[in-house]
Antibody, heavy 116, light 111 residues
Framework: EVQLVESGGGLVQPGGSLRLSCAAS????????MSWVRQAPGKGLEWVAN????????YYVDSVKGRFTISRDNAKNSLYLQMNTLRAEDTAVYYC?????????WGQGTLVTVSS | QSALTQPPSASGSPGQSVTISCTGT?????????VSWYQQHPGKAPKLMIY???KRPSGVPDRFSGSKSGNTASLTVSGLQAEDEADYYC???????????FGGGTKLTVL
């Protein structure tokens, strides 16, 4: 069974940093593109970042370019999102998702709240 | 990056069919056959219902179907059931500068 389990969310002050993790199991992690998708409270879904199987290609939504970094460790079956210079508008549930542009498996999400 | 346009709400009675539209541009929906649809119940993670415009993942009932014409994709739910009541989101590949774009979501109500 495919499982994606996010962790690392919490309350952080504006300008602060947070690192999200996603532990993958039940499939060959190194064979898949992986992504982060977020959902602000009461709002729709927003793609945040994608990373290729070997980490050689990474893509970001404009609003997080230069602030967020997606990475992966295939030996640990883990996906990461380093978030710096956080803003109030980054407040959202962050989902880890498997896939390139169609996401067939999602984690349960981790809540990031940016507030003073 | 602009979101794809979906109607905010749709509704139908049990057993009826309902179609939800998703309008983009030639740079996303119209340019690629990589449109996906997701179902999301309150407090839950999204679930993939349709990928590559019209393909259904295993386990998704064939009451759900997808199509595309020009810059507009559509999701049709036939034989509506109470459990179909949820939010539905479309997404499309948008090229390397706008990798994935989502629609704003449609709340489907089963009357």
């Amino acid at each position: 069974e495919v499982q994606l389990v996010e962790s690392g969310g919490g309350l952080v002050q504006p300008g602060g940093s947070l690192r999200l993790s996603c532990a993958a199991s039940g499939f060959t992690f190194s064979s898949y593109w992986m992504s982060w998708v977020r959902q602000a409270p009461g709002k729709g879904l927003e793609w945040v970042a994608n990373i290729k199987q070997d980490g050689s290609e990474k893509y970001y939504v404009d609003s997080v370019k230069g602030r967020f970094t997606i990475s992966r460790d295939n030996a640990k079956n883990s996906l990461y999102l380093q978030m710096n210079t956080l803003r109030a508008e980054d407040t959202a549930v962050y989902y880890c998702a498997r896939g390139y542009s169609g996401y067939d498996n999602w984690g349960q999400g981790t809540l990031v709240t940016v507030s003073s | 990056q602009s979101a794809l346009t979906q109607p905010p709400s749709a509704s139908g009675s049990p057993g009826q069919s309902v179609t939800i539209s998703c309008t983009g541009t030639s740079s996303d929906v119209g340019g690629y056959n990589y449109v996906s649809w997701y179902q999301q119940h309150p407090g839950k993670a999204p679930k993939l219902m349709i990928y590559e415009v019209s393909k259904r993942p295993s386990g998704v009932p064939d009451r759900f179907s997808g199509s595309k014409s020009g810059n507009t994709a559509s999701l049709t739910v036939s034989g509506l059931q109470a459990e179909d009541e949820a939010d539905y989101y479309c997404s499309s590949y948008g090229g390397s500068n706008n990798f994935v774009v989502f629609g704003g979501g449609t709340k489907l109500t089963v009357l």
